[in-house]
């Protein structure tokens, strides 16, 4: 990645904007830090009457520095914005775009506003703002969905290449979320990590820890959830979760997660208390919300689960990770809940290689919740989502299905980058009710590999999971399923794993027979498995419905009396809307 591979990148498809919009941030309430030093900042804001955006970007320079939005975190095809201040006190500002890794061309039509350039002894702030919709075919479009931001800069006003001053970070900037940060004499942490851990020399390894809990003196919210990776070894920790235990774990414990007779004892931590993945942040949760600890009806014990990836098998590697729980004692409306949903991780689910583009589907089907929980079916108000694949993995959809029916997203990253995943808000909240269904859609491409993929723990082998953040919290621990094993093996001819595994590798495979295989799978029958935090599950058979493509948005030119041109951006926004429905009425009353 060339020049100015980390101006911020951003990937939105444009979809109900008119809900988002409505709501008036103020100027800039919304803020990030985009790189792990402190030395890169932004904050942002949306008017939703004149359909802008403003951003200031913030960096320890005194040179040039650089914003865009790009599709896939990468320099080429990024929408960009360059300024700073000259020695002499003039300033320069300029919207530009990327084509290849060469020094971005300027735009044709600049539709960048600059509102403010400043430098001073602590660095450059530049403040400036656009269109949500510019219909520039240079500019990129910001709307409701995940965004890759890239910036770079350099140390004089010569722009030229930045060598390592530049970064990436996944951010939504239309549904983000205002941090609520309690008082400091309320907050306490609790450090979840693994201890001087000697990492082995194995490409892949799942290392678990089960600890104790503190005593606390009544109940906290944990608001804030912060990764503690050791330095140097970043490169090491793939991904991190925390588990509740149920009560019949008593005892501390470590060592290997899913080998041995420990395993066992591992695996009835099964409830997802946090998660957390490579490439991401701090974790907030909403002002209203929080997780919940000190309690009868929290655990006592937490299991960590540490996924190393040790590719290159470095020997005396070892590390000391987790995470961070930031609590308080001011209590928040609602305690926080996780929900793992997607595909069954198991080795019998199967992806051909040489694909473009395959997809496998996990179902879920809210209306088995009632045999495994006790009282009314419940509601889930989902705020937020963690999406996760392993290396082949390019794009991955949360739908939501009411009465057969897709209804909307619980989560969509078209552009997944398996370095940056990071949980994402939803803007609003969604209600999840009894009898939905929740179908996660995981895209992968295996042109570069000439054996199938299976499904499993290792970076190699894959996985189609989401992670959905809810209130109020339920005893519910996953909902996911699989293609029935025994119809899968009518279907395709083969007594188990192995023959299906070794049909596939002597098979030849182009676009025609990857697309057979996929709608063969997609129509079988799915073994469904719900399970809770005490380790109860129930399973079911369903179907896979029809995934609706994701919204795009257009921009359209309307004719003019005078037998001009205007560009008006046709969008889900409802000013968008009202404006172009004022041009027609405008234009039928001048004919």
Not at 103 to 127: C, F, H, I, N, R
């Amino acid at each position: 990645m060339m020049f100015v591979a980390g101006l911020c990148s951003a990937l939105l498809l444009c979809t109900g904007l008119a809900s988002v919009l409505g709501q008036d941030s103020g100027d800039m309430p919304f803020n990030e830090t985009l790189d792990s030093a402190g030395n890169v900042s932004l904050r942002w804001g949306f008017d939703s009457k004149q359909e802008t955006i403003t951003f200031q970007l913030a960096c320890k320079t005194s040179g040039w520095v650089g914003f865009g939005l790009s599709p896939s975190g990468e320099m080429d095809g990024s929408d960009i914005v360059i300024g700073g201040v000259n020695p002499n006190g003039t300033t320069y500002f300029t919207d530009r775009h990327a084509v290849d890794a060469q020094l971005p061309l300027v735009d044709g039509s600049q539709d960048y506003t600059l509102l403010s350039l400043k430098e001073d002894a602590t660095g450059t702030t530049m403040k400036f703002s656009r269109k949500v919709q510019t219909c520039d075919k240079d500019d990129m479009e910001i709307s409701t969905s995940a965004m890759k931001l890239i910036y770079a800069y350099g140390a004089d006003d010569s722009i030229a290449y930045h060598n390592n001053a530049r970064g990436t970070k996944s951010v939504n900037l239309l549904q983000s979320t205002q941090r609520s940060t309690p008082s400091q004499d309320t907050v306490g942490q609790l450090e979840i990590t693994v201890n001087s851990f000697a990492v082995p020399e194995r490409d892949t390894y799942y290392h678990c820890r089960i600890i104790k809990s503190p005593n606390f003196p009544g109940k906290r919210h944990v608001y804030r959830i912060e990764p503690k990776i050791q330095s140097g070894n970043v490169d090491l920790v793939h991904h991190m979760l925390v588990y509740a235990c149920p009560a019949s774990v008593s005892v501390e414990l470590e060592g290997e997660c899913y080998s041995g007779q420990s395993m066992y004892v591992f695996s009835s931590c099964q409830q997802v208390v946090i998660s957390w993945a490579v490439g991401g942040q701090d974790i907030w949760m909403p002002p209203n919300a929080g997780i919940s600890i000190g309690t009868s009806d929290d655990p006592v014990f937490y299991r960590l689960e540490m996924h190393y990836s040790n590719s290159k098998l470095s020997k005396g590697r070892v590390d000391s990770s987790g995470l961070v729980f930031h609590y308080t004692s001011e209590l928040r409306a609602n305690d926080v809940g996780i929900l793992e949903v997607g595909l069954i991780v198991d080795t019998s689910y199967v992806i051909p290689p040489n694909a473009k583009d395959f997809k496998t589907y996990g179902l879920c089907n809210t209306s088995t919740f009632s045999q495994v929980l006790s009282g009314d079916p419940p509601v889930l108000n989902v705020f937020a989502s963690l999406l996760h694949t392993h290396l082949a993995g390019r794009g991955v959809r949360v739908g939501h299905y009411r009465n057969g029916e897709q209804i909307s997203f619980l989560g969509k990253n078209e552009h997944y980058d398996f370095n940056l995943q990071e949980t994402m808000f939803l803007g609003s909240l969604v209600q999840v009710k009894a009898g939905d269904e929740i179908l996660v859609e995981c895209t992968y491409n295996t042109e570069s590999r000439k054996t199938a993929t299976q499904g499993g723990l290792g970076t190699t082998n894959e996985m189609c999971l989401a992670f959905l953040l809810y209130y109020p919290r339920t005893k519910l621990a996953s909902c996911w399923s699989l293609p029935e094993p025994t119809a899968m093996s009518a279907a395709l001819g083969v007594k188990g794993t192995s023959e299906l595994v070794a049909l596939m590798n002597s098979s030849v495979w182009n676009d025609t027979a990857v697309g057979r295989f996929e709608r063969t799978v997609r129509g079988l029958p799915q073994l469904m498995a719900v399970s809770v935090s005490n380790g109860t599950r129930t399973v079911d058979l369903s179907f896979i419905r029809e995934f609706k493509s994701s919204p795009a948005t257009a921009c359209t030119t309307l004719p003019l009396s005078g037998g001009g041109e205007s560009c008006a951006p046709v969008t889900a926004g409802l000013g968008l809307c009202i404006a172009l429905l004022t041009s027609l009425i405008s234009l039928t009353r001048a004919l």
